[in-house]
């Protein structure tokens, strides 16, 4: 299939799917006009991708996942590497979480009386 039928079977932009082919996760074949031609299969591995890059994995992690999900193989080496992704993304949770309490605690001196302010309008819970 085309690119553009890829795009609109999946309802992944033209754009990303030259990207994904640019970062080696999507294979093309092309026609002696230089068209790109895409197997049955790459619906699939499309949806794969826009999950992995859903659950935060970055394209090099995918790459690297990518020759087990081919040889539909659960090895140590990938299941480490998702539990390292996990780690990543739970330290930036963390790292969000202070963030949001220390805004928090400014939102909270900035209505208080002893911040000097005025406070205009009524004031709205978040």
Excluded at 40 to 50: F, H, T
Excluded at 73 to 89: C, D, F, H, V
């Amino acid at each position: 299939m085309r690119i553009g039928d890829l795009a609109d079977r999946t309802g992944v932009s033209v754009r990303a799917l030259r990207y994904y082919e640019e970062q080696e996760l999507l294979a093309a074949e092309r026609s002696p006009s230089g068209q790109r031609h895409y197997a049955d299969g790459a619906v699939e591995r499309v949806q794969l991708i826009q999950t992995l890059y859903a659950a935060g994995l970055s394209s090099r992690s995918i790459l690297d996942l990518l020759p087990c999900v081919d040889a539909k193989a659960n090895t140590p080496e990938s299941r480490a590497l998702l539990r390292s992704e996990r780690g990543r993304i739970s330290a930036q949770i963390e790292r969000l979480e202070r963030a949001r309490d220390r805004l928090d605690a400014v939102i909270a001196h900035s209505e208080s009386p002893a911040s000097g302010c005025a406070v205009f309008g009524e004031l709205v819970a978040g």
